[in-house]
């Protein structure tokens, strides 16, 4: 099973529901970069807005948990679910890293976190190639096919 296969093997509801929260939470996350560049240039009105974007990109996150779940049950692999669980705990570092003022950590593990988010979002709405070709387990036609 590919790594596509994941998103298109489960019914629509959970696939679109796992696609629409990874881009909630690509667009979040996004926008963290902006009202940090506002933070460090002293606009402190921007440090709540900053705080409370993590908090709506973890929940979206946490929905695309569940998502990933009822995608996996139903048909699909559970690696998505195990990357954004990874995406979660590397939030919580992040987070971890901002409020002790670790710039230093902070800075490059959001640069990561934000371009894991998009790459992720990414992966969900990408087309998926499908084969044509079935394998078949009847021997009488498989020796048809060979002669």
């Avoid at 948990?65 to 699909?76: L, P, S």
Wanted: glycine share 8%; charged share 10%; hydrophobic share 55%.
């Amino acid at each position: 099973m590919s790594t596509h296969d994941v998103a298109e093997s489960a019914p629509i509801w959970p696939r679109t529901l796992l696609r629409v929260s990874l881009t909630v939470a690509a667009v979040l996350l996004l926008s963290q970069s902006i009202t940090a560049g506002l933070f460090m240039s002293e606009l402190r009105a921007a440090f709540p807005v900053h705080r409370e974007l993590a908090t709506a990109a973890g929940i979206a996150l946490m929905v695309a948990v569940v998502a990933g779940v009822i995608c996996a049950r139903r048909g699909g692999g559970w690696w998505p679910v195990w990357a954004t669980i990874g995406m979660l705990g590397l939030m919580s570092l992040q987070a971890f890293a901002g409020y002790r003022s670790l710039t230093a950590l902070h800075v490059p593990l959001g640069v990561i976190t934000i371009t894991a988010g998009i790459a992720f979002a990414a992966w969900s709405w990408a087309p998926v190639a499908r084969t044509t070709s079935r394998p078949t387990s009847r021997p009488d036609v498989q020796e048809i096919s060979r002669a």
